[in-house]
């Protein structure tokens, strides 16, 4: 069988590993489309075919619960994000970012949960009015990478999960401490015009028993998750 | 080339296709009347048809959308009736296709019309033909080349289609994943080589394809003077 | 056959009125001079010609009444037109052209191969349109005209760009073909005109000004050329001696005058 | 002033040579059936034809010259070319047209008002082209062509649409400009070529049959027409009496032959 | 309207109006050569011209990226000559847009040039005019309606440009947010008030502009039959 799931760009690629053990144990394929949260949920809101939702906050979730456009009681929490600052050269740090003059890549903010938190961490720093004009803002948050990863830009604000997956050095890059931004809670929904809900709630088990994976590749796992 | 492209480039192939064919039955009769007709409205009927050039794509999208999202009445509509919602379904991607393409098939139509100017039709009445058999016999093989134009920069224009598919399609593999998204994703998911193969195939094909249709044409030129 | 017409309008500033009745046999002539309306009137009754209003009757066959809503589509019409500029379909060769007149014709009067010799294009066939000098052109054209084998046919100064020879030539299988296909036949040539024409009809300036049998009406064509039979020729003298017909130039003594030999099978047909 | 050429190609299957020295003064005519290549020749000479090899000189200048890969293009050749299609610019009236045409003449040579009389184009002067009648466009072509002051000019078939008084208003003139500006002449009718050339070039098909004084080439042109001068003319009788002048047309009696007077105005000024 | 939006439509339309006005200019003499010319070299020219028409604009996009990073020599150069990198800046967008609009200017000329014929200019040329006598007199004249038509679809192709946008302008309010990337934010962010705003404001602004447009020419076109 198969399943579509929608995925905020964040965790993309960690799904795709998942996802490949996934089909080896199962049999089954997993289709993956990826995109910034605010997106995904607007094509779900307009009747997009997805069976399974992993959104890179709990906003958008909520939204669907009430909506009542999930299964009762999927609604879990996946994953927590964080948030990295990249400077391609330099020793990136607190400072580093607060003294930053040029262009600065963020995911956009309305679209994309790590765009909102880049913006919390700039506005907390003091620097939306010095970068007014300066910010480029990707459509989601793998657009913002390859922006500095391409060299158009140098330096943004990313997923460590993807400065982890490409193998970056740690000192080009600095963990954005978790209280400097609302909480990149990262959950998941099975949503109810799914044509396969049991697969698709079995998709999901399956990621949350892949603690080890999630943690490696940057991201913490949160004590709901724990419980279950 | 991985099985997601291949399917992105059938699906791409595939909605070019239909939409290029579909609109290629449906415009000349719009064009030949835009391009003779005294009637005071040609002008509203000319703006409506060349709309979508100069909407963005994401305007014609968001309409789209709302029309086609089951929220709505048009869109419930739709729904009952296919059984499944119309955005980001291939049906979907044909109609968005369509309205999207319609003027780059219409003017090269138009304009071959015009200028074919109304002598050799004279003549053709004259001689007893009708509507139907001028437009087989003297029109169609006098504006030859125009057909094919539109049809290709329909097909080319649907085959770049990208704000409009991005809005109605999303990016479902094997249903509205067509390449200019795929590609999109790779550039975003830094899969450069997988871009690479993309894009610079792509890039061949449609220079091969160009190279050989205008390299026909200019044949043809070359033996009549005119064909 | 009887073709009646009552027509008015204008074109820009050019008035245009005309009003006749017209016996169709064999071919009337149409003469005037440059930009008195001929074109428009030939255009007018083939239907191409939305601007002028009025009345057209063929046959007893209503073709336009104005006054009720009546514009026949000219491949209704059976009318046949030759264009001062050809028109040939440039896409076909004349073979293609010629074909694609002959699915026309609801009644095949002309045999395709005396079509090909009567206008001369026999060795044009297999060339594209294009490629055809102007003379040759013309000649598809009338060939063209001809296959459709229309009720009546229009010839706008079909003769024009023609050499002397091609023209004699086509003049006789014009005058041939004129029994099964009615014409009116523009043309510039008094000489052309008086042969080939009759009745005649005279073109003023948007308006009809005289129509008749070209042995009445032919004497107010412009007064230089007339014809004459010869009484008498002595070749050693080169002496010459003829009796002027009707409508003759003016002539004095010492002045010098063109010649022109009228081929024996001119008019014999129609007039004769 | 010389013009001299001699060019080879073929057109499709149509074979071209041609060779000739012409020594250009007053209107040289250039005469041939249907087909045979006039307009080629002049579209060679004006270098609108790239497809023909060899060598074109005018007045020592040397236009084309295939071997030493000369070809000069039209615009530096000041060949005026008057089309047998008339090619008037459409977007401009008749007096656009014209002064277009003015602003390229390195001397003025004739006055406007002089062109607009002598075409008879007085009141088309701001019509709009493509309004015009096949005539009314022709007589713009000439003097638009006239205007542009050129160092020789080439007319096809110029007078092909016009009614009689036009055409031997304009023959005069034409007879009359060919002083500053010598012409090169492509009629079908043989007493226009007769009377208005002098010499006469004729063409038979691809090539150049002869070359000469129109006294002595004349005579080829084809026998249906003659000259004559009036010995003996009695009103009442209506007996005529002429003198067959050398190229005459073979007689007999009871022929009908047609009468041209020439007007005393022609040749004139060219040949005495 | 809120500011930001108005200001998207200022940088949208200073993209048109700069990339349009820079096309009228380059194209006129490449649409003559690709109109006239029998050169073996040709059909390789058309294919090239008319490849941003079949190409998605994403690829463009990914290949200007790619030339724009300062990490390749081209983009390396760039900077060196405009003192910043080319990607997300106003000129970036300029040069992405000149490109990708190309064919839509060439097209419409080409056919233009094409379709006026040689009688008229064969005549200029005897009447001693030269290259450009001809083409300010005649061939200016007598294809004005080209000239529109291209200068209209360049402009409107520009105005609803996206996928290039999306990829080399990095969304920066008032530099390089234009109309389509605002309006595709709004609509994903689900702010449907301002994304019905801005695309109703558009529609109405471009219907209008359309129909007075084809308006003109009708009008002008009655009164001449030719203009
Ligand atoms: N669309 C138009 N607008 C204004 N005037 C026009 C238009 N069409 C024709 N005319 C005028 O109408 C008159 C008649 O034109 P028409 O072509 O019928 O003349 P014609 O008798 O055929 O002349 P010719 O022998 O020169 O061909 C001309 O004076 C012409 O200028
Ligand atoms: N492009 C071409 N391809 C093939 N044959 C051609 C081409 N152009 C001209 N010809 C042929 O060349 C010959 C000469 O043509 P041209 O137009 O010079 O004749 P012309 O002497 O002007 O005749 P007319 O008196 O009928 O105008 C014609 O037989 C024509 O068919
Ligand atoms: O992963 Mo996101 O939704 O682009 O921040
Ligand atoms: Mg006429
Ligand atoms: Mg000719």
Redesign the pocket.
């Given at each position: 069988d198969e399943l579509k799931v929608a995925v905020?760009?964040?965790?993309a690629h960690t799904l795709s590993k998942v996802a490949e053990r996934f089909e080896a144990e199962t049999g089954h394929r997993v289709r993956i489309s990826s995109?910034?949260?605010?997106a995904l949920y607007t094509q779900i809101q307009h009747g997009a075919p997805f069976d399974l939702f992993l959104?890179?906050d709990s906003h958008r979730p909520q939204l669907l619960e009430q909506e009542q456009k999930i299964l009762p009681g999927s609604r879990v929490t996946y994953a927590i994000g964080q948030l990295a600052y990249w400077q391609r050269s330099g020793e990136p740090s607190e400072q580093s970012l607060a003294q930053w003059q040029a262009k600065l890549a963020i995911?956009n903010p309305r679209?994309?949960?790590?765009?909102a938190a880049a913006r919390d961490v700039l506005g907390r720093l003091g620097l939306v009015p010095k970068l007014k004009g300066k910010l480029v803002t990707g459509s989601?948050?793998?657009q913002t990478y390859q922006y500095v990863d391409s060299g158009n830009v140098q330096a943004g604000l990313v997923?460590l999960s993807q400065l982890r997956s490409a193998e970056v050095d740690p000192h080009h890059y600095w963990v954005v401490p978790d209280h400097y931004h609302a909480p990149l809670e990262q959950q998941a929904v099975v949503l109810r015009r799914s044509t396969n809900p049991q697969l698709a709630q079995q998709l999901l088990d399956y990621l949350n028993r892949q603690q080890r994976l999630l943690t490696d590749a940057g991201y913490q796992v949160s004590a709901h998750v724990a419980q279950r | 080339m991985p099985s997601a492209d291949l399917e992105a480039l059938w699906v791409t192939f595939k909605l070019a296709a239909i939409t290029t064919l579909s609109l290629i039955l449906v415009c000349p009769p719009l064009a030949w009347w835009l391009a003779h007709s005294r009637s005071r409205l040609r002008p509203m009927v000319e703006a409506i048809v060349a709309l979508p050039l100069v909407l963005p794509p994401t305007v014609l999208g968001f309409y789209l959308l709302l029309a086609f999202s089951p929220q709505y009445s048009v869109g419930a509509m739709f729904e009952g009736l296919f059984g499944h919602s119309l955005a980001f379904s291939f049906a979907g991607l044909v109609i968005g296709s369509m309205i999207y393409s319609l003027p780059f098939v219409v003017q090269p139509l138009q304009s071959g019309f015009v200028t074919m100017g109304t002598g050799e039709l004279e003549a053709a009445a004259t001689l007893g033909m009708g509507r139907w058999k001028r437009f087989h016999y003297v029109v169609f093989p006098m504006t030859k080349r125009s057909f094919l134009l539109a049809a290709m920069l329909g097909f080319a224009h649907t085959l770049g289609e990208f704000g409009v598919v991005l809005m109605i399609g999303g990016n479902i593999p094997g249903e509205t994943q067509v390449i200019s998204i795929a590609l999109f994703e790779h550039v975003e998911a830094l899969a450069y080589d997988q871009a690479h193969m993309l894009a610079g195939g792509l890039l061949a094909l449609s220079m091969a394809l160009l190279v050989f249709i205008y390299g026909f044409l200019q044949q043809n030129e070359r033996r009549w003077g005119y064909w | 056959m009887l073709l009646s017409f009552d027509l008015h309008g204008h074109l820009g500033q050019f008035q245009f009125d005309a009003k006749c009745d017209l016996q169709m046999a064999g071919i009337t002539g149409l003469f005037g001079p440059s930009g008195v309306g001929k074109t428009t009137l030939l255009r007018a009754i083939a239907g191409l010609n939305r601007t002028l209003e009025g009345r057209i009757e063929l046959d007893g066959r209503v073709l336009q009444d104005s006054d009720r809503g009546i514009f026949l589509p000219p491949e209704q019409r059976r009318i046949g037109m030759v264009f001062q500029d050809s028109r040939l379909f440039p896409h076909l060769t004349v073979r293609g052209n010629l074909e694609l007149a002959k699915r026309q014709a609801r009644d095949k009067v002309i045999p395709l191969q005396k079509v090909i010799d009567g206008c001369g294009i026999r060795d044009l066939m297999d060339k594209p349109a294009p490629s055809l000098s102007a003379g040759q052109r013309q000649r598809v054209a009338i060939a063209r005209a001809l296959m459709a084998a229309p009720k009546i046919l229009l010839l706008d100064e079909p003769l024009a760009a023609l050499d002397f020879a091609s023209r004699q030539h086509l003049m006789g299988f014009l005058n041939d073909s004129a029994t099964p296909f009615p014409m009116v036949y523009i043309s510039h040539s008094v000489s052309e005109t008086l042969s080939l024409c009759d009745p005649l009809i005279l073109m003023g300036p948007g308006c009809i000004d005289a129509v008749g049998p070209t042995d009445e009406v032919g004497q107010r064509l412009p007064k230089r050329r007339g014809h004459a039979e010869v009484t008498h020729y002595d070749p050693a003298t080169r002496q010459l001696t003829l009796t002027l017909a009707e409508h003759a130039p003016e002539l004095e003594a010492g002045q010098v005058v063109g010649l022109v030999s009228e081929p024996r099978w001119l008019r014999s047909g129609s007039t004769e």
């Amino acid at each position: 069988d198969e399943l579509k799931v929608a995925v905020a760009a964040n965790f993309a690629h960690t799904l795709s590993k998942v996802a490949e053990r996934f089909e080896a144990e199962t049999g089954h394929r997993v289709r993956i489309s990826s995109g910034a949260t605010g997106a995904l949920y607007t094509q779900i809101q307009h009747g997009a075919p997805f069976d399974l939702f992993l959104a890179a906050d709990s906003h958008r979730p909520q939204l669907l619960e009430q909506e009542q456009k999930i299964l009762p009681g999927s609604r879990v929490t996946y994953a927590i994000g964080q948030l990295a600052y990249w400077q391609r050269s330099g020793e990136p740090s607190e400072q580093s970012l607060a003294q930053w003059q040029a262009k600065l890549a963020i995911a956009n903010p309305r679209l994309a949960p790590y765009g909102a938190a880049a913006r919390d961490v700039l506005g907390r720093l003091g620097l939306v009015p010095k970068l007014k004009g300066k910010l480029v803002t990707g459509s989601n948050i793998l657009q913002t990478y390859q922006y500095v990863d391409s060299g158009n830009v140098q330096a943004g604000l990313v997923a460590l999960s993807q400065l982890r997956s490409a193998e970056v050095d740690p000192h080009h890059y600095w963990v954005v401490p978790d209280h400097y931004h609302a909480p990149l809670e990262q959950q998941a929904v099975v949503l109810r015009r799914s044509t396969n809900p049991q697969l698709a709630q079995q998709l999901l088990d399956y990621l949350n028993r892949q603690q080890r994976l999630l943690t490696d590749a940057g991201y913490q796992v949160s004590a709901h998750v724990a419980q279950r | 080339m991985p099985s997601a492209d291949l399917e992105a480039l059938w699906v791409t192939f595939k909605l070019a296709a239909i939409t290029t064919l579909s609109l290629i039955l449906v415009c000349p009769p719009l064009a030949w009347w835009l391009a003779h007709s005294r009637s005071r409205l040609r002008p509203m009927v000319e703006a409506i048809v060349a709309l979508p050039l100069v909407l963005p794509p994401t305007v014609l999208g968001f309409y789209l959308l709302l029309a086609f999202s089951p929220q709505y009445s048009v869109g419930a509509m739709f729904e009952g009736l296919f059984g499944h919602s119309l955005a980001f379904s291939f049906a979907g991607l044909v109609i968005g296709s369509m309205i999207y393409s319609l003027p780059f098939v219409v003017q090269p139509l138009q304009s071959g019309f015009v200028t074919m100017g109304t002598g050799e039709l004279e003549a053709a009445a004259t001689l007893g033909m009708g509507r139907w058999k001028r437009f087989h016999y003297v029109v169609f093989p006098m504006t030859k080349r125009s057909f094919l134009l539109a049809a290709m920069l329909g097909f080319a224009h649907t085959l770049g289609e990208f704000g409009v598919v991005l809005m109605i399609g999303g990016n479902i593999p094997g249903e509205t994943q067509v390449i200019s998204i795929a590609l999109f994703e790779h550039v975003e998911a830094l899969a450069y080589d997988q871009a690479h193969m993309l894009a610079g195939g792509l890039l061949a094909l449609s220079m091969a394809l160009l190279v050989f249709i205008y390299g026909f044409l200019q044949q043809n030129e070359r033996r009549w003077g005119y064909w | 056959m009887l073709l009646s017409f009552d027509l008015h309008g204008h074109l820009g500033q050019f008035q245009f009125d005309a009003k006749c009745d017209l016996q169709m046999a064999g071919i009337t002539g149409l003469f005037g001079p440059s930009g008195v309306g001929k074109t428009t009137l030939l255009r007018a009754i083939a239907g191409l010609n939305r601007t002028l209003e009025g009345r057209i009757e063929l046959d007893g066959r209503v073709l336009q009444d104005s006054d009720r809503g009546i514009f026949l589509p000219p491949e209704q019409r059976r009318i046949g037109m030759v264009f001062q500029d050809s028109r040939l379909f440039p896409h076909l060769t004349v073979r293609g052209n010629l074909e694609l007149a002959k699915r026309q014709a609801r009644d095949k009067v002309i045999p395709l191969q005396k079509v090909i010799d009567g206008c001369g294009i026999r060795d044009l066939m297999d060339k594209p349109a294009p490629s055809l000098s102007a003379g040759q052109r013309q000649r598809v054209a009338i060939a063209r005209a001809l296959m459709a084998a229309p009720k009546i046919l229009l010839l706008d100064e079909p003769l024009a760009a023609l050499d002397f020879a091609s023209r004699q030539h086509l003049m006789g299988f014009l005058n041939d073909s004129a029994t099964p296909f009615p014409m009116v036949y523009i043309s510039h040539s008094v000489s052309e005109t008086l042969s080939l024409c009759d009745p005649l009809i005279l073109m003023g300036p948007g308006c009809i000004d005289a129509v008749g049998p070209t042995d009445e009406v032919g004497q107010r064509l412009p007064k230089r050329r007339g014809h004459a039979e010869v009484t008498h020729y002595d070749p050693a003298t080169r002496q010459l001696t003829l009796t002027l017909a009707e409508h003759a130039p003016e002539l004095e003594a010492g002045q010098v005058v063109g010649l022109v030999s009228e081929p024996r099978w001119l008019r014999s047909g129609s007039t004769e």
